[in-house]
C-alpha cells in the first residue's frame, strides 16, 4: 500500500528525515515510534503530500503523494495538532468534509459508532479532548479512505479515552483498512501496531513486528523473587540464566529461553529454596529503544 | 462546485457567529450614521455643494463597512485558519487551493453588501437618503474598491506570521485609515495637513469615487486617478499575496 525508499526531508540546513525506507502491506496498523523530533511527523506529512520531500521517493496506492488531489481520495488523515474552524458545529464540520468527496462516507453512522451521535449540535471547540480527536477520526473516515493516517492521535489524551481510541483503530484495522500512525507511547505501539519502525534522529533504527524487534535485540527477561534463606551461588546453575543481582534478599535473574521461567521455577523447587512474590518481566519495546539508543524515551520526553 | 458552495454557507454561518465583526459591519456605521445624522441632518447645504450630509456621509461609511470586512474580518479569519492549521487540514482533502480560499472573499463581500443595504435602508428610512448618480457606475466603483480593499487584507493575511501579527497589522492599518481617509467624517471637515496624509491610504480613493458615482458627479481627473491607483493596489497586493501566502 505504502512504499517509502530513501526518503530524506530536509528545512534548509537541518535533515529531518534521513533517507528511511520502509513499506506499509495492506491491512496493518504500521506505527512510527520514536522521540520528539525524530522526524516522524515530517515523514509521515511527507507521505500525505503535505511536505516536499528533498529526496528519494515515496508512494501511496502507487501515487505520488505530490499529487495531493488524486491521493486524497483514498486516504484520510488526522494532523498533529490540527484543528477545525473556531465556532463550527459537529454537524455542520461533517457536512463539510462530506462535500468534498465524490463517496463520502455516511457521517451519521460514524458519530453513532463513536458514541457522538448526541453531539451533533454542539460547537467542536465545547467537546472534550477525546471527543475532539474522535472527531478527527470522524472526519478522515468521511473520505471513505482506503489507507488512514493518524500522527499522534492519543497525546494529550487521558488514559481512559487512549484506551477507547485504541480498541477504535483495531477495529478500523479489522475491517480491513490500512493505518499508518506516529506515536511516542511505547505501550501503545506494543498493543497496537502489527509492525513498528523505530525511528531515532532522523533515521529509522530498527523495523519489524514488536516481538521480532525484541528477539533482535537481545534483551534479557527478568524474573525477581524473595528469598530469606537462600544465597546466590545456590541459584547458579540454572539453564539460561547470564546473570544475578540480589539486594535486600530480593534476587533478580536475567535470562534468555523460551522456558526460562518454567527452568527457574523447577529448579528451586527441586532445591527447595523458598521463594515470595515470584514475577517474571518480559522486555518491550522501551528496552529496546534503551538499547538501540542508550537513553530511556520516558526520560527523552 | 458543491463543495465550493458547502464551504461558502459554511463560512457564512461562521461569520455571522462573530459577534464583533458583524457588530462593525451591521450596526456600527448605521450608528455612525444616526449620530451625525441627527446632528447635520440632510437638509441642502452650500458646505457640501448643495447636497445634505447623510448623502455625503453615506458612501463614506459603505468605504467604513468595505475596511472591516476586507482589512480586519478577512485577514483574521485567514491567519486564524493558518494558525490553527485549518488551512492545512482542508489541503488533505481532494478540494482545490481556490475552493479553499476563494469562499473567504465571496461571503467577504457578501457581507459588505448586506452590511450596506442595511446602512442604505436606515438612511432611507431616518433621513430620505438620496442617490443621484448612475448605479451601475456606482456599483462599478463599488466592486473596484473592495477588490482594492480585499487585495490589502489578503496581503495582510500574507505577510502576518501569526493570528496575534495579523490583529495587530489589521488595527495599524484600519484605524488610521478609517479617521484619515474621509470614511467616519467628509474631509471638507479635516484640517489640510490630514488632507495631505489622506493621499497616502488607499480607502480615500474608494470614498472618493464612491462619493462621486453616488452623488453623480462629473467624471473628472482626479476620478480617473483613484481608479488607476486602486487598480494597480489590487493587481500589486493580489500577486505579491499570492506569491508569498504560507499555508502553515
Redesign the interface.
Known amino acids: 500500500m505504502i512504499k517509502v525508499t530513501n526518503l530524506t526531508v530536509k528545512y534548509k540546513d537541518l535533515v529531518a528525515v534521513d533517507s528511511i525506507s520502509f513499506e506499509v502491506k495492506k491491512g496493518e496498523i504500521f506505527g512510527i515510534i520514536g522521540p520528539n523530533g525524530a522526524g516522524k511527523t515530517s515523514a509521515i506529512e511527507c507521505l500525505e503530500g503535505l511536505k516536499k520531500s528533498s529526496g528519494g521517493e515515496a508512494s501511496v496506492m502507487g501515487i505520488n503523494p505530490a499529487n495531493r488531489r488524486e491521493l486524497y481520495e483514498y486516504i484520510g488523515v488526522q494532523l498533529q495538532e490540527a484543528s477545525f474552524p473556531d465556532s463550527i458545529k459537529v454537524k455542520e464540520l461533517c457536512k463539510l468534509f462530506s462535500s468534498f468527496y465524490k463517496n463520502p462516507a455516511d457521517y451519521n453512522a460514524l458519530l453513532e459508532r463513536f458514541n457522538l451521535a448526541d453531539k451533533k449540535n454542539a460547537y467542536v471547540k465545547k467537546l472534550s479532548g477525546g471527543q475532539r480527536q474522535k472527531i478527527s477520526v470522524v472526519v478522515a473516515l468521511i473520505a471513505n479512505p482506503q489507507i488512514i493516517f493518524l500522527d499522534e492521535l492519543t497525546t494529550g489524551l487521558d488514559p481512559q479515552a487512549r484506551i477507547d481510541m485504541w480498541e477504535l483503530i483495531k477495529s478500523l484495522r479489522d475491517e480491513g483498512k490500512t493505518i499508518l500512525m506516529t506515536t511516542h507511547f511505547m505501550e501503545e505501539a506494543e498493543y497496537l501496531c502489527d509492525r513498528v519502525c523505530l525511528m531515532v534522529k532522523s533515521k529509522i533504527a530498527a523495523i519489524g513486528t514488536v516481538k521480532e524487534l525484541v528477539e533482535q535485540a537481545q534483551l534479557s527477561q527478568k524474573i525477581s523473587f524473595t528469598s530469606k534463606k537462600t544465597d546466590r551461588e545456590a541459584l547458579e546453575g540454572i539453564p539460561g540464566i547470564t546473570k544475578i543481582t540480589e539486594a535486600n534478599g530480593v534476587y533478580n535473574l536475567y535470562g534468555n529461553g523460551k522456558n526460562l521461567l518454567r527452568d527457574v521455577v523447577l529448579y528451586i523447587t527441586e532445591k527447595n529454596i523458598d521463594f515470595e512474590d515470584l514475577s517474571c518481566s518480559k522486555p518491550g519495546l522501551e528496552d529496546v529503544f534503551l538499547k538501540l539508543t542508550g537513553y530511556s524515551l520516558g526520560a527523552a520526553i | 462546485m458543491?463543495?465550493f458552495?458547502?464551504?461558502s454557507v459554511?463560512e457564512f454561518?461562521?461569520s455571522i457567529?462573530?459577534f464583533v465583526y458583524m457588530f462593525f459591519a451591521f450596526v456600527f456605521p448605521p450608528m455612525m450614521l444616526l449620530l451625525f445624522g441627527a446632528m447635520y441632518g440632510n437638509d441642502p447645504t452650500p458646505f457640501y455643494n448643495g447636497r445634505g450630509a447623510v448623502d455625503v456621509l453615506t458612501p463614506g461609511y459603505i468605504g467604513m463597512i468595505l475596511a472591516v470586512s476586507g482589512i480586519m474580518g478577512l485577514p483574521m479569519q485567514l491567519a486564524?485558519?493558518r494558525q490553527?492549521?485549518?488551512l492545512?487540514?482542508f489541503?488533505?482533502?481532494?478540494?482545490?487551493t481556490g475552493t479553499i480560499m476563494i469562499p473567504h472573499f465571496v461571503v467577504n463581500s457578501v457581507l459588505c453588501i448586506i452590511g450596506t443595504l442595511i446602512l442604505m435602508i436606515v438612511g432611507k428610512l431616518v433621513f430620505n437618503l438620496h442617490f443621484s448618480g448612475n448605479i451601475f457606475y456606482f456599483m462599478a466603483t463599488y466592486v473596484l474598491s473592495m477588490m482594492s480593499i480585499f487585495s490589502i487584507g489578503f496581503l495582510i493575511a500574507a505577510i502576518a506570521p501569526n493570528n496575534r501579527a495579523a490583529s495587530a497589522i489589521a488595527y495599524l492599518v484600519y484605524f488610521p485609515m478609517l479617521f484619515l481617509s474621509g470614511a467616519m467624517m467628509p474631509l471638507q471637515l479635516m484640517p489640510k495637513a490630514i488632507v495631505n496624509i489622506s493621499r497616502f491610504m488607499p480607502l480615500t480613493y474608494c470614498v472618493e469615487i464612491l462619493q462621486k458615482t453616488w452623488a453623480g458627479d462629473p467624471l473628472s481627473a482626479s476620478f480617473g486617478t483613484a481608479i488607476i491607483i486602486l487598480a494597480a493596489i489590487s493587481i500589486v497586493c493580489t500577486v505579491v499575496s499570492i506569491k508569498i501566502f504560507r499555508w502553515e
Do not use: D
Not at chain 2, 489541503?91 to 482545490?96: L, Q, V
Open positions: 458543491k463543495a458552495l458547502t464551504m459554511t454561518r461562521l457567529r462573530n486564524e485558519y490553527h492549521k485549518v492545512k487540514r489541503k488533505a482533502t481532494p478540494i482545490s
